[in-house]
C-alpha cells in the first residue's frame, strides 16, 4: 500500500511531482490553476508565437493545452498514466492575448483505462474547442511508496 493512498492531498501532491518536470507546459506559460481526483483546470495565454497564417491560434497549441490539462487531471492518483488516443473539435477560433482555461473531468475509470473530457474557453466564457481523451496507465507511480 502506498504512504500517499489516504491522503487528501494526492491529486495535488501527484500535480505537484509532475509539474516540476513539465517543462513543455512551463515554456508556454501554462498555469496550473486547479486538481482534484480525476480533474484539473488549466490556463494559458495567447502569445503572438502562437499565431498561425490566418491570424488565429495554432490548434496545435489549443490542443497542448487540452492534452496537458488531460493529463494532470488522469495523473491524479499516484499511478503513471498516458494518452492513448486523443481527439479534438475546434469551435471558435483563439486569437493573441486571450486567456484559454481547460477543465478536464473523468468520465469513466475502469481498470487501467480511463476517459476524460475537457472543455477550453477564452476570458469571455466563449467555448473554442472540446477535447477527448482516452487514458491507459503504465508502471510507476508519481510518487514514492512505501510497502506495509
Known amino acids: ?32 490553476l486547479e486538481v482534484e481526483t480525476g ?16 491570424g488565429t491560434c495554432h490548434g496545435g497549441y489549443i490542443f497542448t493545452l ?18 492513448q488516443h486523443c481527439s479534438i473539435t475546434y469551435l471558435e477560433p483563439a486569437f493573441e492575448n486571450d486567456e484559454l482555461t481547460a477543465y478536464a473531468r473523468e468520465i469513466s475509470k ?17 467555448h473554442i474547442a472540446e477535447f477527448r481523451g482516452h487514458a491507459r496507465t503504465i508502471k510507476g507511480t508519481l510518487l514514492p511508496t512505501t510497502q506495509s
Open 39 to 54: 480533474k484539473a483546470c488549466m490556463r494559458m495565454r495567447i502569445t503572438p508565437h502562437m499565431l498561425n497564417g490566418h
Open 1 to 32: 500500500m502506498s504512504d500517499h493512498t489516504l491522503s487528501p492531498t494526492l491529486a495535488q501532491d501527484c500535480a505537484d511531482a509532475m509539474w516540476q518536470d513539465d517543462l513543455a507546459a512551463q515554456h508556454l506559460g501554462m498555469q496550473l
Open 110 to 126: 475502469q481498470g487501467r483505462s480511463g476517459l476524460y473530457d475537457v472543455v477550453i474557453r477564452n476570458q469571455n466564457g466563449k
Open 66 to 83: 487540452a492534452d496537458t490539462c488531460f493529463a494532470f487531471a488522469c495523473n491524479t492518483y499516484n499511478q503513471r498514466t498516458v494518452a
